[in-house]
């Protein structure tokens, strides 16, 4: 059984830091690409970053240059290192574990297998 868990979300000032974390079990980082997506009410979840099981990465154009991604295949944890924040940043964050198809470059959220929760981040100016 998977199980995919995000932590470290928290309400910030603009221009602001946070790292968001993603460990989960029944899967290994080594195995699966994993990513992380993000919901701001009425809008639809879009994708941030993401890193392949060779570490490849790949992050949003709204994003680049203020988050990127890493993982530390022993904790078996994937995180999200989000500088700069803006308030158009607030979103609930989600991590995604195991694509179904396509590449970390060509998937949307409809690609990947498992999900968590979501952590809040809220970012006010």
């Known amino acids: 059984q998977v199980q995919v868990v995000e932590s470290g979300g928290a309400s910030v000032q603009a221009g602001g830091s946070l790292r968001l974390s993603c460990t989960g079990s029944?899967?290994?980082?080594?195995?699966?690409?994993m990513a992380w997506f993000r919901q701001a009410p009425g809008k639809e979840r879009e994708g941030v970053a993401a890193i392949s099981r060779g570490e490849e990465t790949t992050v949003a154009d709204s994003v680049k240059g203020r988050f990127t991604i890493s993982k530390d295949n022993a904790k078996n944890t994937v995180y999200l290192h989000m500088n700069s924040l803006k308030p158009e940043d607030t979103a609930i964050y989600y991590c995604?574990?195991?694509?179904?198809?396509?590449?970390?470059?060509?998937?949307?959220?409809?690609?990947?297998?498992?999900w968590g929760q979501g952590t809040q981040v809220t970012v006010s100016s």
């Open positions: 029944g899967y290994t980082t080594t195995e699966y690409s």
């Open positions: 995604a574990a195991g694509l179904r198809r396509g590449t970390i470059f060509t998937a949307t959220w409809r690609d990947y297998f498992y």
